[in-house]
T-cell receptor, first 113, second 114 residues
């Protein structure tokens, strides 16, 4: 069965540190990839998405992600985190020509001032 | 444009009680979804509806029923609540013609079953 793995369950950083959250998926066909963010007490919001073209995708709030097809990965990065980035981050995959998202288990990010 | 709305925001039930979670979207989307979110497990799909009048099971459908009465609304019913159904429930919608099917989420319902 297709799955999405997020190996970092809980990440703690100081402000201005760099961030990289890992995401790997298990499916050999064409996929569309998403990162969602859930701020404390809020609903999921889309950070960025990849469906074709440049494998380096830029999203909101200075986040970016790189799709590496050979590694089945879609890691999320930010060069300098802020306290307001404290949230839970979910990687998700849609298989080509389907409309069902498969979510990873999430990574909880805490940023301290 | 409210997006996806859910009611109630919070609910406490006793084991065996029933309730319906309501979801509505005003984006004219055809597809709607119900997820549950549990710590360490991410979001898991309970049921989805590709269009008005159709529903299909997702990954964890047991103990739930759904109803897609019209294009806007998609409800989730717990007939006999169990403590294992304590969770946060999210509704989402998407438009299949808008590839690659970005899903828009509601604010969630936090349900506790005692």
């Amino acid at each position: 069965a297709q799955s999405v793995s997020q190996h970092n369950h809980h990440v703690i950083l100081s402000e201005a540190a760099s961030l990289e959250l890992g995401c790997n998926y298990s499916y050999g066909g064409t996929v569309n990839l998403f990162w969602y963010v859930q701020y404390p007490g809020q609903h999921l919001q889309l950070l960025l998405k990849y469906f074709s073209g440049d494998p380096l995708v830029k999203g909101i709030k200075g986040f970016e992600a790189e799709f590496i097809k050979s590694k089945f990965s879609f890691n999320l990065r930010k060069p300098s985190v802020q306290w307001s980035d404290t949230a839970e981050y979910f990687c998700a995959v849609i298989l080509f020509n389907t409309d069902k998202l498969i979510f990873g288990t999430g990574t909880r990010l805490q940023v301290f001032p | 444009n409210a997006g996806v709305t859910q009611t109630p925001k919070f609910q406490v039930l006793k084991t065996g009680q029933s309730m319906t979670l309501q979801c509505a979207q005003d984006m004219n989307h055809n597809s709607m979804y119900w997820y549950r979110q549990d710590p360490g497990m991410g979001l898991r799909l309970i049921y989805y509806s590709a269009s008005e009048g159709t529903t299909d099971k997702g990954e964890v459908p047991n103990g739930y029923n759904v109803s897609r009465l019209n294009k806007r609304e998609f409800s989730l019913r717990l007939e006999s609540a169990a403590p294992s159904q304590t969770s946060v429930y999210f509704c989402a919608s998407s438009e299949p013609r808008d590839y690659p099917y970005e899903q828009y989420f509601g604010p969630g319902t936090r349900l506790t079953v005692t």
